[in-house]
C-alpha cells in the first residue's frame, strides 16, 4: 500500500504545480488578485504531497519492502537503518525524488516568507517555480518512478553500493540538492523581474538572501561531498575534476559570481541584466549538471544509473527551460537599462572584473568537461580531459580573484582613489609579503608557488582585520570593540566568508606543497615511516560487519617516538555483491592528517600500506565551512526583511497619497 | 545593433545543446581497442584442461575465429553465456575461450553446468596473456581474420543485435575473402 500511496501523492501533485504555475502566471498577466492567491496554499500544498511520497519512499527502505523494483536494486535486510534511509536516494530514481522534494520546499517557503513582494511579483515568482517543478514532476513519472513494483518479489535486495555506505551519504546529497535547487529561486526571481521588467533594488534586496542561502547550502554540499572523497575513496586525495564533481563546481562557480553581482545590483542599481544573465545560468548550469549525471553521456565515478532515453528527456525539459528563458531575456533584457555608471577604479569594477574571472573559469572547467564529449560526436576520436588541464588553467584565473578580494571590500562605490587603497591597505600587504617569503624558508627553502599561494592567502585574512579595525575605529582613531554592534551581520558574513576563502587557500597551498606519502610492504610487528611519523602494524584481526567481512589492521602511530593513537583500516568484502572497499583510518589534528590505508595482502601477515602525511588539510573544508557559515549570516541580516516592509510601507504611502 | 548582444547567450546555449543532442548516442563507455588492425599477440597461453601444454593465436592462422573473455566470477559472462552457445551451434566461426583471473577449476565446473561454447579453452590465472590482448573487462570479443589480425573488438556482453548486426556480417565477409 505504500508504494501506491507515494505514487498517488505524487501523481496528485504532478496537476497541482501545472495549475497554480499557469494560473499564477495568468493572473500575474491579467492582475487578478483571485489567481494569483491560488499560489502560496497550493505551494504548500504540493510540498505536503511531495513529503507525503518521500516519507512513503523511506518507510519502504526502512521497512525492507522489496516487492518495490528500487528497494530491491539498492537494500538489502542487513544494510543498517540509517543507510536504508539514505538508500532512498541513493538510486537515480530517489534522487531524483528528492530534487522535486527540495524544490517543492523551496517552493512552499517562498510561499510563506515573500508575502511583503508586490502581489504580481510574488505569483510570476511562484508560477515559474510551479512550472519548473510540473517538469520534473513528469519526468520522475514517466521516466523514473521510484515506486515501481516488481514482480515477482525480490527475496533479498541487492544492496546499497558500498562505496555510498558512508555517513556522508546522509548529509551530502540532501544539502548538495539544497544548493542546487535553491538556485530555481533566483532563477525564478530573474524570470519574475524580465515578465515585470522591473530590476530596481528592491528587486535585488529581496532576490539576494534566497541566492545567497542557496549558495551556502551549495558551498557546505560541495565542501561535504570533497571530506567524503577523501577519506572514503582511499587515495588521499580531495578533488579529483570528476565531470560530476565539475557539474556542481559550475553552478557554484557562476552563484559565486550572481551574488557579487547582486550586491552591486542592490546597492548600486548597477549589472542589472547582468544580474539576471547569472540567476539564469547558475540555474541552467544546475539543470545541465542534472543532465550530465543522469543521461550517460560522460562516464564517471558518480554515474550510478543511466539512461539514454532519461538524457533525452531531461534535455528537452532544458532545451524548454534554458532555451525559452534566454528568448524571454534576448527580448526583454535591452529594456531593462544599464543602471548608473562607475569608475575605472571603484567596488563596481572590483566586482565586475571578480565576476569576468569567475565567468571566464566557469567556462573554462564547463568546455574541459564537455570536450571530451565533442571531440567523441565531431568524430575526432575518444579523448579525457584530466586535473593537469584543469590546474593550469583554473589558478592562473583564480590569483587575480584572490588578489582583488582583498582590494574590493575596502574600496568605495562609483569612484574610489588608487593612492588612498594603498595608503589602507599598506600594512596588510606587508604582512602578507613577510609571512609568505618566511614561511617556507623556515620549512625546507623557498618555493615560488608556495609563497604565492601563502602570500594570497594571508592578503585576504589582513585586508579583512585592516577592514573591519577601521571599521571598529571611532571619530578619536580609538578601535572600540563596542562598534562591532554597529556593522551588520551582512558585512560579517562577507568577512567570514572572506576568510573562509584564505583557509581554504591556505590549505591547498600547503597540502599541495608539503605533503608525502610512502608505499610499502608492511608485516605485523614491522613498522613503516615517512616524514617523522612511525606506523607500525601490531594485529591483524578479522572483522565481521553487519553486511560485510573485512580485514583489519591495528596500527600505531606515533611521532619521534612518542605514540600518538592507534588506527584501524579496513579492507572490506561486501557480501551481497562481493565488493572490495578501501576504508582509510585518519589521525587527524588541524596541523596534519596522518592517512592509512591498506592495499592488497602480499602473503602471510604482510600487506601493501600506504601512508599519507597531508599537513594542513583539514583547513582545505574548515575554509569551506567557514564560507557557508558567512552566506548564512549575511543572509539572516534584517535589513532584507525590514527593507521589504519598509519598501511596502512607503508604496502604499504613495498610492494613499 | 545594440540588442543584438542579448542574444548571445542563448546562442552559446543552443550550440551546447546540439552536442548534448549529439552526445547522447555516443556510449562512453566504447573505447576503441588500439589493437583493430593489429595482429593478434603472439604470447602462448596455458591450456585449461592441460596446464603444461599452451595454445598460441598461430594456430589458428587460416581460419576466421573469435576470442571470448570470460570468467567464471563474472556476472555479464553469465548473461552472454546463452548467446555464445547459440552461435557456436550455428558454426558460424570457431570460438576460442580465455578463462580470465579464474580459478581452472571454477572454469571447468563453470563450462561443465552451463555448457561449452568453445573449439579450446585457455587459461589466463596471471591476467598476463589479457593483458596483451588489451583488456579491459570481462566479457570482451575479439573478431581476428585469417592472417591473424585482429578486425573487431566487442566490449561487454554479446547480444544477439550485436552478433547479427556487426560481428557476424563482418566475420562472413572476412570468411569469403
Known amino acids: ?657 | 545593433m545594440r540588442s543584438l548582444k542579448f542574444l548571445i547567450p542563448l546562442v552559446i546555449a543552443l550550440g551546447i545543446g546540439w552536442f548534448l543532442y549529439a552526445g547522447l548516442g555516443n556510449n562512453p563507455l566504447e573505447i576503441p581497442s588500439p589493437l583493430v588492425g593489429k595482429t593478434a599477440p603472439a604470447t602462448p597461453i596455458a591450456l585449461l584442461n592441460e596446464p603444461d601444454r599452451t595454445w598460441s593465436p598461430e594456430q589458428m592462422k587460416g581460419k576466421v575465429w573469435l576470442l571470448n573473455v570470460w570468467g567464471s566470477w563474472c556476472s555479464g559472462c553469465q548473461v552472454e553465456h546463452p548467446v555464445l552457445l547459440d552461435l557456436a551451434r550455428q558454426n558460424v566461426a570457431p570460438i576460442v575461450g580465455l578463462a580470465w583471473k579464474d580459478r581452472p577449476q571454477a572454469s571447468k565446473d563453470w563450462l561443465a553446468k552451463l555448457g561449452d561454447p568453445y573449439v579450446l579453452n585457455v587459461s589466463d590465472q596471471t591476467g598476463k596473456a589479457a593483458i596483451d590482448w588489451g583488456v579491459y573487462g570481462a566479457p570482451e570479443t575479439f573478431v581476428i581474420d585469417k592472417a591473424g589480425v585482429i578486425r573487431d573488438k566487442h566490449i561487454g556482453p554479446l547480444t544477439p543485435e550485436v552478433l547479427a548486426g556487426r560481428l557476424v556480417p563482418l566475420m562472413r565477409r572476412l570468411q569469403a575473402q
Open chain 1, 1 to 657: 500500500m505504500t508504494a501506491e500511496i507515494g505514487h498517488f501523492a505524487l501523481i496528485l501533485a504532478l496537476p497541482l504545480t501545472l495549475v497554480f504555475g499557469v494560473l499564477s502566471l495568468v493572473g500575474a498577466w491579467r492582475r487578478d488578485a483571485r489567481l494569483m492567491a491560488v499560489a502560496a496554499p497550493a505551494a504548500t500544498g504540493a510540498f505536503a504531497l511531495v513529503v507525503l511520497a518521500f516519507a512513503c519512499l523511506i518507510a519502504l527502505f526502512v521497512g525492507n519492502e522489496f516487492t518495490v523494483q528500487l528497494v530491491a536494486q539498492h537494500s538489502n535486510r542487513n544494510l543498517p537503518l540509517a543507510y536504508r534511509v539514505a538508500a532512498s536516494w541513493g538510486s537515480h530514481e530517489g534522487s531524483m525524488l528528492l530534487w522535486v522534494l527540495m524544490l517543492a520546499g523551496w517552493t512552499a517557503a517562498v510561499a510563506l516568507l515573500s508575502g511583503q513582494l508586490p502581489a504580481t511579483l510574488r505569483a510570476r515568482v511562484l508560477g515559474t517555480m510551479g512550472l519548473i517543478g510540473f517538469g520534473f514532476l513528469l519526468f520522475l513519472l514517466f521516466t523514473s518512478n521510484p515506486f515501481e513494483r516488481l514482480v515477482p518479489a525480490a527475496a533479498e535486495g541487492r544492496d546499497l553500493n558500498p562505496l555510498l555506505q558512508d555517513p556522508g551519504m546522509v548529509f551530502h546529497p540532501p544539502l548538495l540538492y539544497m544548493g542546487y535547487v535553491g538556485f530555481a529561486v533566483a532563477f525564478a526571481f530573474a524570470i519574475a523581474g524580465l515578465l515585470e521588467g522591473r530590476f530596481d533594488a528592491a528587486w535585488a534586496r529581496w532576490a539576494r538572501p534566497w541566492t545567497t542561502v542557496a549558495w551556502s547550502f551549495l558551498t557546505l554540499g560541495i565542501c561535504l561531498g570533497s571530506f567524503w572523497a577523501y577519506y572514503e575513496l582511499g587515495w588521499g586525495g580531495w578533488w579529483f575534476w570528476d565531470p560530476v564533481e565539475n557539474a556542481s563546481f559550475m553552478p557554484w562557480l557562476a552563484g559565486t559570481a550572481l551574488i557579487h553581482s547582486l550586491s552591486v545590483t542592490e546597492k548600486r542599481g548597477a549589472f542589472r541584466s547582468w544580474t539576471v544573465l547569472l540567476a539564469i545560468l547558475a540555474f541552467s548550469l544546475s539543470l545541465l549538471g542534472t543532465f550530465l549525471v543522469r543521461s550517460g553521456v560522460l562516464t564517471s565515478v558518480h554515474a550510478f544509473a543511466t539512461d539514454p532515453a532519461r538524457g533525452v528527456f531531461i534535455l528537452i525539459f532544458l532545451a524548454i527551460v534554458i532555451g525559452g528563458s534566454l528568448s524571454l531575456f534576448a527580448w526583454r533584457a535591452p529594456s531593462i537599462g544599464t543602471g548608473p555608471g562607475f569608475g575605472a577604479v571603484s567596488r563596481e569594477s572590483m566586482l565586475l572584473a571578480n565576476n569576468i574571472l569567475l565567468i571566464v573559469a566557469m567556462a573554462a572547467v564547463l568546455l574541459g568537461t564537455l570536450y571530451p564529449l565533442a571531440m567523441d560526436t565531431l568524430g575526432l576520436g575518444k579523448i579525457s580531459v584530466g586535473p593537469p588541464y584543469f590546474e593550469s588553467v583554473f589558478f592562473p584565473l583564480m590569483a587575480p580573484a584572490l588578489f582583488l578580494l582583498g582590494i574590493g571590500p575596502i574600496a568605495r562605490w562609483r569612484k574610489a582613489e588608487l593612492p588612498q587603497i594603498a595608503h589602507r591597505l599598506k600594512w596588510a600587504m606587508a604582512v602578507a609579503v613577510v609571512v609568505a617569503l618566511l614561511l617556507p624558508l623556515t620549512i625546507d627553502g623557498f618555493r615560488p608557488l608556495t609563497s604565492l599561494g601563502l602570500l594570497l592567502s594571508c592578503w585576504i585574512v589582513a585586508s579583512a582585520v585592516t577592514v573591519v579595525l577601521d571599521g571598529l575605529r571611532g571619530a578619536d582613531g580609538r578601535v572600540a570593540l563596542s562598534r562591532m554592534r554597529l556593522m551588520s551581520p551582512s558585512l560579517w558574513g562577507m568577512h567570514l566568508a572572506h576568510v573562509g576563502v584564505a583557509a581554504f587557500v591556505f590549505g591547498v597551498t600547503m597540502v599541495n606543497s608539503y605533503e608525502t606519502e610512502i608505499d610499502g610492504r608492511v608485516e605485523v610487528g614491522q613498522a613503516i615511516t615517512v616524514d617523522g611519523y612511525s606506523v607500525r602494524l601490531d594485529r591483524l584481526t578479522d572483522v565481521k560487519g553487519p553486511n560485510y567481512d573485512a580485514v583489519r589492521g591495528v596500527f600505531t602511530l606515533s611521532h619521534n617516538g612518542q605514540v600518538l593513537s592507534v588506527l584501524h583500516p579496513e579492507k572490506r568484502l561486501y557480501r551481497s555483491n562481493g565488493q572490495p572497499m578501501t576504508e582509510a583510518a585518519i589521525d587527524r589534528s588541524l596541523a596534519r592528517d596522518v592517512y592509512v590505508s591498506m592495499g592488497e595482502p602480499l602473503g602471510g601477515n604482510a600487506w601493501a600500506v600506504r601512508v599519507h602525511v597531508k599537513p594542513w588539510v583539514n583547513w582545505i573544508w574548515l575554509g569551506c565551512v567557514l564560507m557557508g557559515a558567512g552566506g548564512i549570516l549575511a543572509a539572516s541580516d534584517r535589513r532584507y526583511r525590514r527593507a521589504a516592509r519598509a519598501d511596502v510601507a512607503s508604496r502604499a504611502a504613495v498610492a494613499n497619497a
